[in-house]
């Protein structure tokens, strides 16, 4: 999506921001962002005040989150599919594990392709040594 904002846009008019695991502190807010669009990946990753902040100082904010918020309206939603995770899995293993395999990780996961694939690897590295 910031791809396709950037082909129509000025870059001065956005500024993107990422929050995970390892980063989850709020960068000191630039007064310039009240005239911008801010793009926010991880946004549910934020402490509440923090998501507050945001909020108060930004024009607008296009947000990608895990799990809808309340109060925060759904532009697009992706759909995990089966075919695709195991379409990804067969590309990237030299020796892919059965469709049954794949399925039950696929639906144990609820669809999330991360936790299936730590899921995969933790099955591939119990595996036994060949002799």
């Keep these: ?28 807010i630039q007064k310039e962002w009240r005239q911008k669009t801010l793009f926010v990946d991880g946004f549910e990753q934020l402490p509440l005040h923090h998501r507050l902040r945001l909020r108060y100082f930004s024009k607008r904010m296009i947000l990608t989150v895990h799990k809808p918020l309340r109060f925060i309206p759904v532009l697009y939603r992706t759909i995990p599919q089966f075919s695709i995770f195991a379409e990804i899995v067969r590309q990237i293993s030299p020796v892919p594990p059965a469709e049954t395999v794949l399925r039950e990780v696929f639906e144990k996961s609820g669809g999330n ?13 119990n595996l036994p040594l060949p002799e």
């Design 113 to 125: 392709f991360r936790n299936a694939f730590f899921d995969l690897y933790d099955r591939w590295e």
């Design 1 to 28: 999506m910031l791809n396709q904002y950037k082909e129509r846009e000025n870059p001065a008019e956005y500024q993107y921001l990422l929050f995970n695991e390892q980063n989850r502190k709020l960068p000191v």
